[in-house]
């Protein structure tokens, strides 16, 4: 068997350009891993199964395995048997879902002998969303292309306090409301973003910026709420992640952390991965 963590990511900084003609959008994104992990089992099976207590539905596990066979046919990979225990949020714009196909990826490839290196998973990964090839190897990251592109980054120490909300919202939903909105970035250069990586928690606080906020906003405009009680429980800078709806504040020291959760109901602290 193989067990694998599957890191949740913040978006500190994400910046969407306009669609291409292929319907996907570019983006320039630097985000944060995460110490909240999911746990991802997998082992050689009699068929082909995923066990996810509390998710309902298909997910990117399943596919990863499916997307691995294609890549790799002559490894013979045998039917598998994946567990995951859930902790990252579902739908909540975290990388969840991802980051369980990437760790999934991880373990199909060592049960099969290795026959496929990162930047060969990284290449599969694109085939199911623009998230998973970051997550092939977990880390802090600089994400520019459809998500394809990635440069590992040092970020400072810091803690953030994730609010999850108990209804998800849909990413799809999130791409169609930013193109009918027209709010997309016109510059997309990944060097602003590399030199923020480098400096301090405030400084980094005082760069957070996210494209698919005021389209979150406008589809949930009560995702405001938590932003403001963040930001008035101590945070130095807070705003949604991804296409939401989870917001999040980040908090320099691990016990202002705490403190500002402890007035907001089922939030999350959680420090940096690495």
């Not at 760790?103 to 998973?132: C, F, H, K, M, Q």
């Amino acid at each position: 068997m193989i067990a694998e963590c599957a890191h949740a990511k913040a978006n500190l900084v994400l910046r969407v350009g306009p669609p291409r003609a292929d319907g996907l959008h570019p983006l320039c994104s630097l985000f944060a891993a995460l110490e909240l992990a999911d746990e991802v089992r997998v082992r050689p099976a009699d068929r082909d199964e995923v066990v996810c207590p509390g998710v309902a539905g298909d997910n990117l596990a399943a596919a990863a395995v499916a997307a691995f066979r294609a890549a790799a046919p002559e490894a013979g990979l045998p039917p598998l048997r994946i567990e995951i225990d859930k902790r990252i949020p579902v739908a909540a714009g975290l990388g969840g879902g991802s980051a369980d196909a990437a760790a999934v990826l991880r373990a199909a490839n060592a049960i099969a002998g290795v026959p496929l290196s990162a930047d060969d998973l990284r290449r599969v990964g694109a085939t199911l969303g623009s998230d998973v090839p970051s997550q092939v190897e977990p880390g802090h990251a600089l994400v520019t292309g459809v998500g394809e592109r990635v440069e590992r980054v040092d970020l400072a120490a810091m803690t953030l306090v994730l609010v999850p909300q108990p209804e998800g919202l849909s990413t799809a939903a999130v791409y169609r409301e930013l193109d009918r909105l027209g709010r997309h970035a016109t510059d997309l250069d990944p060097a602003p973003l590399r030199e923020l990586a480098a400096r301090s928690v405030a400084e980094v606080a005082a760069g957070l910026a996210n494209d698919l906020q005021p389209a979150a906003l406008s589809l949930r405009p009560e995702l405001g709420e938590p932003i403001e009680a963040l930001l008035a429980a101590g945070a130095l800078a807070a705003q949604v992640t991804g296409s939401g709806p989870t917001t999040f504040g980040v908090f320099a020291e691990p016990s202002e952390a705490r403190r500002a959760a402890a007035g907001l109901p089922g939030a999350i602290v959680t420090g940096l991965y690495g």
